[in-house]
């Protein structure tokens, strides 16, 4: 028998003993690490701003709806707040936006309103010297008029991220969450018994 021959055989014995003896011997399997959680350390970061769902209709004109914006503070001591917020400048019209009752006698700090875009800033503080506050509230409230013959059945105001909220000893801004709403148009429309009336900056 050839010497290469025989070399090929014994290194396929050799294989085929290798290959059962691993078969056989079981290598003790790693487990996956464990994860340890630490306990959660609670942000500084506590104050929530919502958008009412429900619009009111001002007195003053009952083609005018309102929505609060409500804020939570927990333990966080609000100085400032600043609201960016968007809007469809098809759907509604007449956009405002006043200050709540939350800050008391509140300094205006930005107030725009972008009627081409849709687009509203607003920023309102303490007075200097003024106490910061905590707990909850009406922080603003956004006002506005349905366009009169939009095919449009519902439409959203949504806060952006350049909204923000400041507080006492805190560098950074103190908002958690800001929640957006949307609105029923044609719930408004079948509740407006007002007289029709021009549509302003429906672009």
Do not use: C, H
């Amino acid at each position: 028998m050839p010497k290469r021959t025989l070399a090929l055989i014994l290194v396929l014995i050799i294989v085929t003993i290798g290959l059962v003896w691993l078969s056989v011997y079981t290598i003790p399997s790693q487990k996956t690490p464990t994860v340890i959680k630490k306990p959660a350390v609670l942000p500084f970061a506590k104050t929530t701003i919502t958008l009412s769902s429900s619009p009111t209709a001002t007195l003053v004109d009952s083609s005018v709806y309102s929505l609060d914006t409500t804020i939570s503070t927990e333990d966080n001591k609000v100085t400032a707040v600043q609201l960016e917020l968007s809007y469809d400048p098809k759907a509604i019209t007449n956009v405002d936006i006043l200050p709540g009752t939350f800050l008391n006698d509140p300094v205006v700090l930005l107030k725009n309103i972008d009627e081409k875009n849709g687009r509203i800033s607003y920023a309102i503080a303490i007075k200097m010297g003024g106490q910061a506050v905590s707990g909850s509230g009406n922080i603003a409230q956004v006002q506005f008029s349905p366009i009169k013959g939009s095919d449009l059945t519902t439409t959203a105001i949504n806060f952006l991220p350049k909204t923000k909220v400041s507080a006492q000893g805190e560098a950074k801004s103190v908002l958690k969450s800001a929640l957006g709403t949307i609105i029923n148009l044609v719930e408004l429309s079948s509740t407006d018994t007002s007289s029709p009336s021009s549509t302003i900056g429906g672009e």
